[in-house]
């Protein structure tokens, strides 16, 4: 990929003048299908109830995509809005980089077709892999070409549909995801320095391909030829999340020399409740500063975290200027944590 013109004199002159090229979120949207699918429709479909899943989950319902509804087409709808909100054309975007489980087709990347949707002819479009973490990574991909010069305008999208990949006679696993997509739009922008500067402060991924069987799909391309569907051993992924979420989200903040007593917001990954509150406790962060939205949106898998931020930003919960943590985990196992000065 070629640097543009554009890019190299926004680095000189950043370099020239001492100062750090952040990339700052200038706008954030999302999408949920409309159609919704309650715990008590669930329980006309499998052995559950609306109590066992909300006293275990927190989760009261989800959206589920239509037939013909992809990925791709809730990552347009999600990028719409996060370039409305930014007041930008879709023109200036020369980054996509898109975060699925569940893409549209084997290939090419989903991120190419929504970047034809979109009218947008130049820069590259990829998709990372990294199921519930995958919004974490894209963002520091793209935050990575930002800051180096690569790109100016990054649509970072987490976009799922994830209902296509459960068994919905599976009890243990249906009941927990949902669809749904979520995009920032990420802008190359100069700081003057820590720690007052706007814009993305740091990420650090992690994963561990040795706990691929507690949580995966049962098929692929290349040993199925099926997409296979979800299987999980939920209890021993619930005591993984907590730990690794507590230590990539302190990891994260001691990266941006920042403590718990300077996050204003976390947005956390939407699995489960409990995680949610058991991270925050282990972390000591007040209840009220957690962003969630599992009750409505269920796990959304990459998307999540986007959705989370989008409606915390349009509710005017998270303001200009605060800091915002964003962690996730999931299958792999791969997690990580960003901090963002919003
Ligand atoms: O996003 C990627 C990361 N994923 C996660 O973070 C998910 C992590 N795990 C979890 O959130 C939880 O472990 C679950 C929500 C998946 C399960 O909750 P749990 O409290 O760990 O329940 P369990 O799996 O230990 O199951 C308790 C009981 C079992 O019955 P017995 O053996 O005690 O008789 C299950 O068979 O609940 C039963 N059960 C259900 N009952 C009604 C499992 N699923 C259901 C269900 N409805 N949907």
């Known amino acids: 990929m070629s640097i543009r013109p554009a890019a190299l004199k926004r680095e000189a002159s950043a370099a020239a003048a001492g100062a750090t090229v952040r990339s ?7 999408y949920l299908p409309e159609r919704i699918m309650t715990n008590h429709d669930l329980a006309k479909m499998v052995d559950t109830s609306d109590e066992w899943i909300v006293e275990r989950t927190g989760i009261r319902h989800r959206h589920i995509a239509a037939e013909g509804e992809n990925t791709s087409h809730l990552a347009v709808k999600a990028s719409e809005r996060a370039l409305a909100a930014a007041g930008m054309k879709a023109d200036v975007v020369d980054l996509i980089v898109l975060a ?11 991120a190419t077709r929504v970047q034809e949707r979109l009218g947008i002819v130049r820069g590259a479009a990829f998709d990372v892999q990294a199921v519930c973490s995958g919004f974490i990574y894209a963002l520091a991909v793209a935050d990575n070409f930002l800051r180096l010069g690569q790109a100016d305008t990054a649509l970072v999208i987490g ?10 006679k599976d009890r243990s696993t249906c009941v927990l995801f949902g669809d749904g997509a979520g995009a920032v739009v990420l802008k190359a922008g100069q700081g003057r320095g820590l720690p007052t500067d706007r814009g993305v402060l740091t990420t650090k991924l992690h994963s561990d391909g040795r706990q691929h069987d507690l949580l995966y799909a049962t098929g692929g391309v290349s040993s199925t030829r099926t997409a296979g569907v979800v299987r999980m051993d939920g209890p021993k992924v ?7 979420l507590a230590e990539v989200v302190e990891e994260s903040l001691a990266g941006a020399g920042l403590t718990s007593a300077d996050v204003d917001w976390v947005v ?9 509150d058991g991270v925050g406790k282990k972390l000591g962060l007040p209840a009220e500063r957690v962003v969630v939205t599992v009750d409505h949106h269920a796990n959304t ?24 943590v964003m962690e996730a985990m999931g299958g792999g196992f791969t997690w990580g944590a960003a901090v963002v000065r919003m």
């Open 159 to 168: 976009a799922e549909t994830f209902s296509r990949i459960l068994d919905w």
């Open 24 to 30: 700052v979120i200038a706008g954030c949207g999302s």
């Open 268 to 276: 956390p990954h939407q699995a489960n409740r409990r995680i949610i």
């Open 100 to 110: 699925t489980a569940t893409p549209d087709e084997t290939f090419p990347a989903t």
């Open 301 to 324: 898998s990459a998307a999540s975290v986007p959705l989370a931020l989008t409606e915390a930003v349009g509710d005017g919960r998270i303001q200009r200027d605060e800091v915002v």
């Open 238 to 244: 619930f005591k993984h999340a907590v730990e690794r």
